[in-house]
């Protein structure tokens, strides 16, 4: 789909209108006063003898912050891309960088699953709508303004592909051609047998493919400054191991790879707007399998920074990835700061939903960044518990830790609490748990059900 720039009226053959407006007003006196409600994300299409007339609440224009106007454009895309209308004019009388915002909205909802998975296209869902042209009296600032969002917004598309593809076709050495593809970054191959990522390469080996650590680098700044660092969890898929998940909707666990696809989406945003940053993307990639070489419960394996883990639960095995990830980014990368997102545990979804991620950090200013930048690109997040007296539930007795517990409790604080052991004190680090908005449940303004790339938005403007 098109999205273009230009002075009023434009060529088109529907147009989308805001209140209070000559012709919206008529079209608003002949409705039922239940009808429409020019309350934000309000959208109403009415077929005229001048063609498709489209009524777009927007509410008070003081209170329209750019969060709103990327739902309202998304709510837009929605409810138009089926209903037959082919080109849309969008004026909505807002300044240049506000008209930006709505077309991010719009962009941002106008993502598919790939049509290269089916033999024809699902006629319910085929989209009419091929072009939008926003109309404003600056259409060059407002082009100027998307240029840099469109970036992000192609990004996030990037991530939600990698979300949604079969386990079959994104497995591990297709995971790390994906991040090796990626315009401007450089990206090192590392195998966690030869490095000594013993955690990593127990989850991975039960698999017909082998794990790897990948490290990928946007270089934006001096030499001299230290990286910020993003580690994915990339889990191409995940069957529980040994400790196997039930057959209903294990399936879904092709997504388990979430928190992977958000820092490589991250990096190809910062690389495509060439942010001045230094940002490494680190993704711990396996997949993992039930095989006579896969691990056992009960195995102890050491970590590459040295701490011995008790594997109780194969099918916790996000956090053993997770946490060689971690330790070798701090060690080896020396960053400024680390931030890991990664869908872990069913109990966020739980203390949570599917509206917020947690938050987990012992740092204030960095949970300050992250908290409003979770607020400002609408990927919200929720601080929760980091301390101490959960560690009773993550000892073993035969090593250092064991990676869960079968305790009743909350799980999600556990498996903060053990990967905080493999980051150094002196580097701030958060941790994200995005298993409850990796996949929307439904269709919503930004994303339709399936893959959001959440994290993507949220990461770029913490980077900015």
Not at 71 to 76: D, E, K, S
Not at 194 to 208: D, R
Not at 244 to 265: N, R, S, T, W
Not at 438 to 458: Q, W
Request: net charge negative; aromatic share 6%; charged share 25%.
């Amino acid at each position: 789909m098109k999205i273009r720039f230009a002075l009023p009226p434009g060529p088109v053959s529907a147009r989308a209108l805001a209140a209070p407006s000559a012709e919206a007003e008529a079209l608003l006196s002949r409705l039922d006063q239940n009808s429409f409600k020019p309350e934000p994300e309000e959208v109403l299409p009415i077929l005229t003898d001048k063609g498709w007339r489209v009524l777009v609440g927007i509410g008070e224009r003081a209170a329209l912050d750019d969060a709103t106007l990327r739902r309202i454009g998304g709510n837009l895309f929605a409810e138009l891309a089926q209903a037959g209308i082919v080109h849309l004019a969008v004026g909505l009388d807002l300044s240049p960088e506000q008209t930006a915002q709505i077309a991010y909205g719009i962009q941002l909802r106008a993502w598919r699953t790939p049509l290269k998975y089916r033999k024809t296209p699902d006629e319910d869902e085929v989209w009419h709508l091929a072009e939008i042209t926003m109309l404003c009296d600056a259409p060059e600032i407002a082009r100027s303004c998307f240029a840099r969002l469109e970036s992000v917004g192609k990004a996030v598309h990037f991530a939600r592909d990698l979300v949604v593809a079969p386990g079959n076709v994104l497995t591990p050495p297709a995971f790390v051609e994906a991040l090796g593809d990626i315009p401007g970054i450089e990206l090192e191959v590392i195998d966690p047998r030869k490095a000594g990522l013993n955690l990593l390469q127990a989850v991975g080996q039960g698999s017909a493919y082998k794990p790897a650590l990948a490290v990928m680098r946007w270089r934006g700044a001096d030499k001299k400054d230290k990286p910020a660092a993003l580690v994915g969890k990339g889990i191409t898929f995940d069957t529980g191991g040994i400790d196997i998940k039930p057959a209903k909707y294990m399936e879904l666990m092709k997504g388990d790879m979430g928190g992977g696809a958000a820092v490589a989406g991250t990096l190809m945003a910062l690389a495509a707007r060439k942010a001045p940053v230094n940002v490494v993307g680190v993704v711990a990639i396996a997949e993992n399998m039930v095989s006579g070489r896969a691990s056992r419960p009960g195995d102890v394996v050491k970590g590459y920074g040295g701490l011995t883990v008790e594997i109780i639960d194969t099918d916790a095995e996000g956090r053993l990835a997770l946490a060689d990830a971690l330790a070798y980014t701090s060690k080896e990368l020396k960053p400024s700061k680390i931030i890991d997102l990664a869908t872990l545990t069913g109990a966020v979804e739980i203390a949570l939903g599917y509206l917020r991620a947690g938050l987990f950090t012992t740092d204030d200013a960095l949970a300050a960044r992250l908290l409003a930048a979770g607020e400002a690109e609408d990927e919200k997040l929720w601080r929760l518990p980091l301390v101490d007296v959960y560690d009773d539930a993550i000892k073993s007795e035969i090593a250092d830790l064991k990676n869960c517990s079968w305790e009743r409790g909350p799980d999600h604080i556990h498996a903060a609490r053990f990967l905080q052991h493999f980051v150094p004190d002196d580097i701030p680090w958060a941790h994200l748990d995005i298993a409850g908005t990796s996949e929307a449940m439904e269709d919503g303004p930004l994303a339709a059900e399936g893959p959001t790339g959440f994290g993507v938005r949220l990461l770029d403007r913490v980077l900015a």
